[in-house]
C-alpha cells in the first residue's frame, strides 16, 4: 500500500510538471468582475510572469463592468502600454463587459478585439469606481466599438498569428498556430485564473453579494444569541461579516447604508422580542430593502439591482418569522429543559417587562410574560411559574414569595 501511495503521489507531481507551461505557448490571463487590486495585480503579475518563462503571447479574457484601485491599475496599464512580451485584450465570450476604465485596456493594447454580438464597451465614467466623478450611461454595442469582432478566443489567436505587437523590446511578430499532421493548430495554451484565496476575498465584490454576506452573517449571530451557546453558527457568522466586510470596505460603500442595516436589524430583534409583531417585523425588512439598494454607489457600472437584494432580505424574514420560533419550541419541549423542568427555576430579567420581556434561566435567554402590574424591572430576580406557548410566565421572586 505504501508504494501505490508513493507512485500515486509521483504520478501527481508528473503530472503537474507536464500541465506547467515551459515557453513559447501562448498565456490566456481570465480575469471577470469589478477589478479590485487583487484582482488587477493578478493581472499584472501574469503578465510578467509569462514573460519570464518566454511565452509567445498573453491574452487578457476580460469581462467586468468597474475598476476599483487605481494605483493598481496604473502598473496594469503601464504594463500594456509597454509590455515585456506582446499582449493583446478580448473583450468575451458573449455578453461581455468593459466598463469605465476596463474599456481603456482595449485602447492601450497593440490588439484588442470584443466577442459579438452582445458584448459592450460603456460607462466610461467614473474611470475608477468611488474616486472619479461622473456618471454616463453610454453603451457601445460590439459592431460599432470599432474593435476586431471575435466570437471565439480559439479563432481570434489563430488570427492574431503573424501580427506585430509594439513591446519594451521593441516591435515583436507573433506565431500563435504551429503546424501538426494533417493541418495547423494553436500553441499549447495555459489558463491563468486568480488563486483560491484571491477568489474566496472576491465573492463579495459585488453589491448583492456584499449585501448577502453582511445580512446573513447578522442573522446568523442572532441565531446564535437567542438559540445556540457558542459553536459552529458563531465561526460561520464570523466568516461571513468577513467576506461581507472586505466586500464594503473595497467596493465605494455608503456607510450611511450600512447603518440603517443595524437599524433594520434592531427593528427586527424588537419585534421577536416581544413576541413578533409582524408588521414590525416587515418594517424591518423594508429597511433592510432599502438598505441594500442603497448600499454602494455604483455609478452607474454596478448599481445594486432591487431583484437581487430582495432574496437576502426574504431569507432574514424567513429567518425571524419561521426558524427562530421553531427552534424555540424545539428547545422548550426536550427533556433536558422541557416545561416541567422549567416551572419553578429562577432567573434574571434581562429587559424591562411590558408585559412581555426576555430572561435568562439555566444559562439560556427566554421570552417571558408577566402581569402588567408585576413591576419587573432589568436585573430583577424572576421566578417561572409556567409557559405559555413559546412564552415563560414569571413573577418577581419576593412577590412569589410573599404568596
Known amino acids: 500500500m505504501r508504494r501505490v501511495a508513493l507512485f500515486g503521489i509521483a504520478c501527481v507531481f508528473a503530472l503537474s510538471a507536464c500541465t506547467e507551461p515551459t515557453g513559447g505557448g501562448i498565456e490566456i490571463i481570465d480575469v471577470s468582475g469589478p477589478l479590485d487590486a487583487s484582482a488587477l495585480d ?135 498556430i504551429e503546424e501538426i499532421s494533417g493541418g495547423v493548430t494553436t500553441k499549447q495554451t495555459t489558463l491563468r485564473k486568480p488563486d483560491l484565496g484571491t477568489r474566496f476575498f472576491r465573492l463579495a465584490i459585488t453589491p448583492e453579494a456584499a449585501f448577502f454576506f453582511v445580512v446573513i452573517g447578522l442573522t446568523i449571530a442572532v441565531f446564535e444569541f437567542y438559540a445556540l451557546g457558542p459553536g459552529v453558527a458563531a465561526g460561520v457568522a464570523a466568516i461571513s461579516l468577513i467576506v461581507g466586510g472586505w466586500g464594503l470596505v473595497t467596493l465605494p460603500t455608503n456607510w450611511w447604508a450600512l447603518a440603517l442595516i443595524l437599524l433594520g436589524f434592531l427593528v427586527l430583534v424588537t419585534a421577536h422580542q416581544t413576541g413578533g409583531i409582524f408588521a414590525l417585523t416587515l418594517v424591518g425588512a423594508a429597511i433592510l430593502q432599502v438598505a441594500g439598494m442603497s448600499l454602494i454607489d455604483g455609478g452607474g457600472q454596478i448599481d445594486p439591482r432591487w431583484w437581487l437584494v430582495l432574496p437576502s432580505v426574504f431569507g432574514v424574514l424567513f429567518f425571524f418569522l419561521l426558524a427562530m420560533p421553531t427552534v424555540q419550541r424545539a428547545r422548550l419541549s426536550t427533556e433536558t429543559i422541557g416545561r416541567d423542568g422549567l416551572v419553578g427555576e429562577t432567573g434574571i430579567a434581562l429587559v424591562e417587562f411590558d408585559p412581555d420581556g426576555l430572561v435568562e434561566v439555566r444559562g439560556a435567554r427566554w421570552r417571558g410574560t408577566a402581569h402588567r402590574e408585576a413591576g419587573i424591572a432589568v436585573g430583577d430576580a424572576v421566578e417561572v411559574v409556567g409557559v405559555d406557548g413559546l412564552y415563560l410566565e414569571v413573577e418577581r421572586s419576593d412577590t412569589v414569595r410573599e404568596t
Open 42 to 176: 493578478f493581472v499584472s503579475d501574469s503578465i510578467e510572469g509569462a514573460a519570464a518563462i518566454g511565452q509567445e503571447i498573453a491574452v487578457v479574457q476580460l469581462n467586468s463592468k468597474a475598476v476599483l484601485d487605481r494605483e493598481a491599475f496604473e502598473r496594469l496599464t503601464g504594463l500594456i502600454e509597454t509590455p515585456p512580451l506582446p499582449v493583446a485584450v478580448w473583450v468575451g465570450p458573449s455578453p461581455a463587459h468593459a466598463y469605465g476604465a476596463a474599456a481603456r485596456l482595449t485602447e492601450l493594447a497593440s490588439h484588442s478585439a470584443i466577442a459579438p454580438p452582445d458584448s459592450v464597451l460603456g460607462h466610461f465614467a467614473p474611470a475608477i469606481l468611488g474616486e472619479d466623478p461622473g456618471r454616463t450611461g453610454e453603451e457601445v454595442i460590439a459592431a460599432d466599438t470599432g474593435l476586431d469582432l471575435q466570437p471565439a478566443l480559439r479563432q481570434y489567436l489563430q488570427d492574431l498569428n503573424g501580427e506585430t505587437f509594439e513591446t519594451s523590446d521593441g516591435p515583436v511578430t507573433v506565431g500563435t
